[in-house]
């Protein structure tokens, strides 16, 4: 049964892997291989305005931030698959204990069980209204 499971999951994170990989090279093509001008759509001779670069520096850097994200992911996908194939696959970084099929079905590419996630996000927190 538990192989039959990370058989479907090993496919739902090539999936997603796939998925991701073609939104990073969609953002990589459309914004960083172009220049400001090319991106812009502007073919005239004339000078920006002010306005318009902020904006275009906006989107840009927005798009950049979304593909960074994108990266992070893609690379917890990899670190996923990767110990799919050792065996390793489903058990906590940090405890030990084997993840819940549950928890694996809803975020494939998890490292920390329940327990750990939580305890993990009340440190974060703290530390951030501190």
Do not use: W
């Not at 997603?16 to 990589?28: C, E, F, N, P, S």
């Not at 099929?101 to 490292?111: C, G, I, N």
Request: proline share 2%; glycine share 4%; hydrophobic share 30%.
């Amino acid at each position: 049964m538990i192989k039959r499971n990370y058989d479907k999951i090993k496919k739902q994170l090539e999936d997603k892997r796939k998925q991701l990989a073609a939104g990073i090279d969609h953002i990589t093509n459309d914004n960083l291989k172009l220049s400001q001008r090319d991106a812009s759509g502007d073919l005239s001779g004339y000078t920006f305005h002010m306005a318009d670069v902020a904006t275009d520096n906006f989107d840009r850097e927005f798009s950049l931030d979304i593909a960074s994200t994108e990266q992070k992911l893609l690379n917890r996908i990899d670190e996923a698959l990767k110990k799919i194939e050792e065996g390793t696959y489903g058990h906590c970084e940090l405890c030990g204990v084997p993840i819940s099929m549950e928890r694996l079905k809803a975020v494939p590419y998890a490292r920390l069980c329940i327990k750990c996630k939580q305890e993990e996000e009340k440190k974060n927190q703290t530390r951030s209204t501190s």
